[in-house]
């Protein structure tokens, strides 16, 4: 018998490769934070003793969740301005109350706060775009959850830099100071096209080359944005991108609402990745990713929430289940999006546009052990026929009991091991309180 730190024998084990695999009464083991075996739990049973066992009889493992586009922070503004077109949201309501809150302080507990929503939700990885990245990968850290932290860019000063070289200096001593850990990794992160110049952008595509990170930037997300592009250089923002050398297999193109057959086919061609924020896009009515096409051409598809200040949540499996809805609905087929390509999207989708496919996204011997066990023994689970589509269409983050990341055990049959939830509203309640106090 050989000993090994964990085992977890489920009712079902989900290794999302192959995609539509369910392995059944099989268990997983786990020596210094990564998969050692996945292996019928008979012959668990009589190759491995864990120092620490867990019997999940009526449960689904799976690989945590990949959350491929969030601003973490934004959960304290999470409700602030609903039912507004996105341009509206932004310059009359969310960026005024940014430059008049948001500082160190408020990114901690903003992302602090978020985390413990993540992990109750079964995401074990996010990537974030926002301000003070150096703050949300230090709470990231010491919290245990993979992150990957965007060297944010943006053409006007900021609360965490005035011009564009205090951008640049800021973000790679983010990237220097998080080089050898464990769960930090980082992006260049430029807001938009609209948002950042054509000479920066070009500027961030050479430093993106020379230090081999993704570069993840919101593009095409709505019809404005294409037609002010046009408006303003005769082009769409992803032919500026191509012209500019940015159209590459490290582009992680988030929303991508609006999109011509040939676009497709050029994303599909380069190796670039989309990610698909389908609640948010619903919310502001930005508009509809054509998941199917993108699919079909064999575009590398990801999912995420986008911010909680326009989800309003960080509920992935909620997100799952809207993707592989809407993905049928727009294209009037019911075999779009099927559950198990709508949880490769979750899962080692995110994982392959992070660049991190190689350690996580799947439950496969040698990668870190970053999963999650969702109970599947309920009143809206029974009876189970297919766990890996009851997972996608019929469970919610509520019935999500464990979490673990690189082999911790963050969430424990439901209880979070190591957050204190009761400090992190009262927090979020100090901030409400401080951004819009006349509604007290």
């Known amino acids: 018998m050989e000993t090994v730190d964990q085992v977890i024998h489920a009712g079902w084990v989900i290794p999302m490769d192959p995609p539509e695999a369910c392995l059944a009464e099989h268990s997983i083991a786990i020596e210094a934070g990564r998969i050692r075996a996945v292996l019928p739990t008979s012959e668990a049973r009589a190759t491995f003793t864990g120092r620490v066992e867990h019997e999940r009889p ?26 507004l077109p996105l341009m509206s949201w932004l310059n009359d309501h969310i960026w005024p109350a940014e430059r008049d809150h948001v500082g160190p302080g408020f990114v901690h507990d903003g992302t602090a706060l978020a ?17 003070f990245p150096d703050v949300t990968a ?72 020379e230090l081999g990170v993704p570069v993840h930037i919101h593009l095409h997300e709505t019809a404005d944005e294409i ?8 082009e769409r923002p992803l032919r500026r991108l191509d012209r500019l050398g940015l159209v590459t297999p490290g582009l992680v193109a988030v929303h991508m609402t609006q999109l011509e057959a040939d676009e497709i086919r050029r994303l599909a061609e380069t190796g670039a ?37 326009s989800n309003n949540d960080l509920d992935m499996l909620g997100e799952l289940r809207t993707a592989a809805m809407l993905a049928k609905g727009v294209a009037r087929d019911p075999a779009a999006l099927p559950a198990a390509r709508a949880l490769h999207a979750a899962t080692l989708g995110g994982a392959r546009a992070l660049g991190l496919a ?9 990668k870190e052990a970053d999963m999650i066990s969702i109970r599947l023994d309920g009143l809206v689970s029974e009876p189970v026929y297919h766990p890996l589509s009851q997972v996608v269409y019929a469970s919610t983050r509520d019935q999500v009991r464990d979490t673990w990341v690189a082999g911790r055990h963050l969430l424990h049959d439901g209880v979070l091991t190591g957050i204190d939830e009761a400090a992190l509203i009262r927090r979020a309640r100090e901030w409400r309180a401080t951004i819009e106090p006349s509604t007290d």
Not at 149 to 177: C, N, R, S
Not at 273 to 287: D, Q, R
Not at 358 to 366: A, N
Request: hydrophobic content about 45%.
């Open 138 to 209: 230090r709470v990231a850290s010491q919290a245990g959850i993979r992150a990957v932290v965007g060297m944010i860019f943006i053409d006007v000063p900021t609360a965490w830099a005035q011009d564009a070289d205090e951008y640049i200096d800021k973000g790679l001593a983010v990237h220097d100071d998080y080089r050898e850990d464990p769960l930090i990794t980082t992006t260049f992160a430029p807001h938009a096209p609209y948002t950042v110049g054509e000479d920066n952008l070009a500027r961030l595509r050479t430093l993106a080359d």
């Open 358 to 366: 190689d350690r996580i996204g799947s439950l496969t011997p040698g």
């Open 273 to 309: 990745s989309v990610v698909h924020c389908p609640e948010s896009n619903l919310k502001l009515a930005s508009g509809l990713a054509p998941v199917a096409e993108l699919e079909a051409a064999g575009v590398n598809l990801g999912l995420g929430t986008d911010g909680p200040a």
């Open 115 to 131: 985390i413990a929503e993540m992990l109750r939700g079964g995401t074990t990885c996010f990537n974030d775009m926002y301000f």
């Open 58 to 83: 009526r449960h689904a493992v799976m690989p945590g969740l990949v959350n491929a586009h969030t601003h973490a922070a934004m959960t304290l503004l999470r409700g602030l301005a609903d039912d």
């Open 227 to 234: 037609q002010q592009s046009l408006a303003a250089t005769g």
